[in-house]
């Protein structure tokens, strides 16, 4: 059974980092891209950053550009955002999920590409 454990949310003042991890069972995570996504109250999911297969390339939404850093830890068969600055429209949902494809998309990465989900974690920004 493949799951999928975000965690790392809390609150944070502008300014403040987080470091998020989505921790995998039932699943290899190398062997995947994955995609953390986010929605906010009122809002659609929107995906945030993604890691390709073997690492080859990421993609960060241009908002978080510079901000966020998303990586790949094997051993721990886990994927971290880093975030750093942090702004209060920053806050939301953060999901990971497990894409369709080994690679992320240029322009965006798009939620119907992804099948296995996350329960999500709380962010917060706020002072």
């Known amino acids: 059974q493949v799951q999928l454990v975000e965690s790392g949310g809390g609150l944070v003042q502008p300014g403040g980092s987080l470091r998020l991890s989505c921790t995998a069972s039932?699943?290899?995570?190398?062997?995947?891209?994955i995609g953390w996504f986010r929605q906010a109250p009122g809002k659609e999911r929107e995906g945030v950053s993604c890691i390709s297969v073997n690492d080859r390339d990421t993609y960060y939404k241009d908002s978080v550009k510079d901000r966020f850093t998303i990586s790949r830890d094997s051993v721990r068969n886990t994927v971290y955002l880093q975030m750093n600055s942090l702004k209060p429209e920053d806050t939301a949902v953060y999901y990971c999920?497990?894409?369709?494809?080994?690679?992320?998309?240029?322009?965006?990465?798009?939620?119907?590409?992804?099948?296995?989900w996350g329960q999500g974690t709380q962010v917060t920004v706020s002072s």
């Open positions: 039932g699943i290899t995570l190398d062997y995947y891209a």
């Open positions: 999920a497990t894409s369709l494809l080994t690679r992320c998309g240029v322009a965006n990465i798009r939620t119907r590409d992804f099948v296995s």
